[in-house]
C-alpha cells in the first residue's frame, strides 16, 4: 500500500520540479491545489480497507484506547 502511494506521488514531484523555474500563475496554483487534493483522496481511498480491517480485529477495549489518542475527529492530520 505505501508503495503505491510512493510511487505516485513521485510523478507529481519531477512534474512539480520540471516548473520550478517559473513562477506559477494563479491557474496553476489552483491547478497544483486540486491535483494534491485528488492525490489525499487517491490515498485514503487505498489506505481506508486496510484500516477498516485493523479496526474491526481490535478489542472494544483496543478501540477505545485507540479512540482516545487519536480525537473523535480521526487521527492527527500529517503535515
Excluded at 520540479?17 to 506559477?24: V, W
Excluded at 496554483?29 to 487517491?42: D, K, N, P, S
Excluded at 480497507?49 to 477495549?61: C, D, G, I, N
Amino acid at each position: 500500500m505505501g508503495l503505491d502511494i510512493a510511487r505516485r506521488h513521485q510523478g507529481e514531484c519531477t512534474a512539480h520540479q520540471r516548473n520550478a523555474g517559473r513562477p506559477p500563475s494563479l491557474l496553476d496554483g489552483i491547478a497544483e491545489e486540486e491535483a494534491m487534493l485528488r492525490a489525499r483522496l487517491a490515498d485514503l481511498q487505498t489506505e481506508r480497507p486496510v484500516l477498516e480491517a485493523f479496526y474491526r480485529a481490535l478489542t472494544q477495549s483496543q478501540r477505545s484506547l485507540l479512540e482516545q489518542q487519536s480525537g473523535p475527529e480521526g487521527p492527527p492530520q500529517q503535515r
